[in-house]
């Protein structure tokens, strides 16, 4: 058994307090660590029926996700250890740093009070989260399901990317931070499917709405197409090959400053080149951190 996955039943050791959240690959609670008394994330994972101990693509994700976690924007994975649930079946719980909130309870609350987040703040948070991007993606792993309720943050404001849809390769991407390559029946896919969510985030962090809120997937691709123009082979070359491509409506495209209108200018041009329809055309995290929009950000080796 790999290093680290410890035949404990993870409830010796600690005292759930609460669920927190219910993924498609098991509950999340929030726990009490009883030998030091530290507030933890614990996932419990179920595992496959038919397999006997713990499956290697659980071993390698888990090992994944213990090499990410040397970055300070992703959620550390702590621990993991090994139980039984009550029919007897192998149960995973990993064991994860707590993290206070998360983005979109951040939005709701600025939404709420019917202000504005500050500026500086939108710009702090978008550069944490390209540069978490940019450890993943620079270590050959895309995280396919970024969204504000899965982008967690801790009370200093620090903003980490959470683990990897661990056990769940069937839903990819939440609708509407879903990119468009994505929506047309795309089999293969690149880092850029996840700048597209960051893009998504950008926007609704300066405006609290989501910039594309469609509620299917016919819906979601309209709404990207309303704004940013029907694509074609000429924008996009390869488009019309794509699995679920039809005949759309043409819509020419509109300024983005019309759908984010409190947007500074170096802030318009990063999210453009997020938005870019051809997934190789747009920006990569790596050089987003690099774009003007972030040149007034006061010590960026801190963040």
């Known amino acids: 058994m790999e290093k680290g996955v410890i035949a404990v039943s993870a409830m010796d050791a600690f005292e759930k307090l609460e669920k927190v959240g219910e ?9 009490r660590e009883k030998a030091t008394g530290k507030i933890v994330a614990l996932k419990k994972t179920r595992l496959h029926e038919d397999e006997e101990g713990v499956p290697p693509t659980t ?23 090994q139980g039984l649930n009550k029919e007897g079946r192998t149960v995973l719980y990993l064991v994860f740093e707590y993290m206070d909130t998360d983005l979109k309870k ?6 709420q009070s019917g202000q504005n987040i500050p500026s500086p703040t939108i710009k702090c948070l978008m550069y944490q989260l ?7 993606h ?39 931070y879903r990119a468009p390559e994505v929506l047309l029946g795309a089999t293969h896919y690149s880092t850029a499917v996840d700048i597209w969510s960051v893009g998504c985030i950008f926007a ?17 691709l309209l709404h990207i197409f309303r704004l940013l123009g029907t694509p074609n082979e000429s924008i996009w070359p390869g488009v019309s ?18 759908a984010v209108p409190n947007l500074e200018e170096a802030g318009i041009d990063l999210l453009s080149q997020m938005l870019q329809y ?9 050089k987003a951190m690099e774009h003007p929009y972030f040149d007034d950000l006061p010590d960026k080796s801190s963040l």
């Open 204 to 220: 609704e962090l300066v405006t609290k709405q989501a910039i594309f809120a469609g509620d299917s997937e016919l819906q979601q």
């Open 106 to 111: 951040f939005i709701r609350s600025f939404r």
């Open 59 to 81: 071993l390698r994700e888990i090992s994944i996700l213990r090499m990410l976690a040397r970055d300070p924007h992703i959620v550390r994975l702590m621990d993991v250890k």
């Open 278 to 286: 051809e997934p190789a055309k747009r920006i990569s995290a790596k």
């Open 138 to 176: 620079g270590h050959g792993v895309l995280h396919r399901d970024l969204k504000p309720h899965n982008l967690l943050m801790d009370r200093k404001a620090t903003a980490k990317v959470p683990d990897f849809g661990f056990g769940n390769g069937e839903q990819i991407l939440t609708l509407w």
């Open 130 to 136: 390209c540069k978490g991007m940019a450890f993943c």
């Open 241 to 258: 090959n794509l699995k679920n491509w039809h005949e759309y409506p043409q819509w020419k495209p509109l300024s983005l400053s019309i």
């Open 23 to 31: 993924g498609t690959y098991g509950k999340v609670y929030r726990a």
